[in-house]
T-cell receptor, first 111, second 116 residues
Framework: EDQVTQSPEALRLQEGESSSLNCSYT??????LFWYRQDPGKGPEFLFT???AGEEKEKERLKATLTKKESFLHITAPKPEDSATYLC????????????FGSGTKLNVKP | ETGVTQTPRHLVMGMTNKKSLKCEQH?????MYWYKQSAKKPLELMFV???????ENNSVPSRFSPECPNSSHLFLHLHTLQPEDSALYLC???????????????FGPGTRLTVL
């Protein structure tokens, strides 16, 4: 069964303390892997798309990387405003209409 | 209005009621999606529409009935729901579903549904 697993479920960091979030997947074929940020009471906000192993994308303090089995979202020197739930999703290579989401990592950055 | 809008933002309904959720996208996209987000569970894809045609129905119970009159509007008609249907219902749109960058989905703020 196609599955996306995110870890940890929750992460508490001090401001400036860098860390990484993990997204592992077991889909039969990956077309693309998407990272989103979701704030309370809002819909997910698009961050990155990765398509092939070895690919990296960066935006401000965030960097996303992709291997054949997992993706990492690295957060460098986070600030309190980075606090949110980070979601990852994979698009099925065999059916571009299908997207599988993980349960998310809830990040709390304390000042 | 910009992006993807959803109305109402909050809805409380009894199990015998009939209600509808509305989604509108102002991005010129051709694909629209309905997702269900329950607490502590991953987003579940419910329906996908491309150019007004339904291209995906993820085994959703018939008490949920989608309607897509044009590429900018998407509805979810609800009837005889169960308490376990209480969740955040999210609408999204994308330029397309052809396997490229145009498949990136942009989400609305969601409708928080409570079924009593």
């Amino acid at each position: 069964e196609d599955q996306v697993t995110q870890s940890p479920e929750a992460l508490r960091l001090q401001e400036g303390e860098s860390s990484s979030l993990n997204c592992s997947y077991t889909v039969s074929g990956l077309r693309g892997l998407f990272w989103y940020r979701q704030d309370p009471g809002k819909g997910p906000e698009f961050l990155f798309t990765l398509y092939s192993a070895g690919e990296e994308k960066e935006k401000e303090r965030l960097k996303a990387t992709l291997t054949k089995k997992e993706s990492f979202l690295h957060i460098t020197a986070p600030k309190p405003e980075d606090s949110a739930t980070y979601l990852c999703a994979v698009q099925d290579l065999n059916n571009f209409n299908k997207f599988y989401f993980g349960s998310g990592t809830k990040l709390n950055v304390k000042p | 209005e910009t992006g993807v809008t959803q109305t109402p933002r909050h809805l409380v309904m009894g199990m015998t009621n009939k209600k509808s959720l509305k989604c509108e996208q102002h991005l010129g996209h051709n694909a629209m999606y309905w997702y269900k987000q329950s607490a502590k569970k991953p987003l579940e894809l419910m329906f996908v529409y491309n150019f007004k045609e339904q291209t995906e129905n993820n085994s959703v119970p018939s008490r949920f009935s989608p309607e897509c009159p044009n590429s900018s509007h998407l509805f979810l008609h609800l009837h005889t729901l169960q308490p376990e249907d209480s969740a955040l219902y999210l609408c999204a749109s994308s330029q397309g579903t052809s396997g490229g960058a145009e498949d990136t989905q942009y989400f609305g703020p969601g409708t928080r549904l409570t079924v009593l």
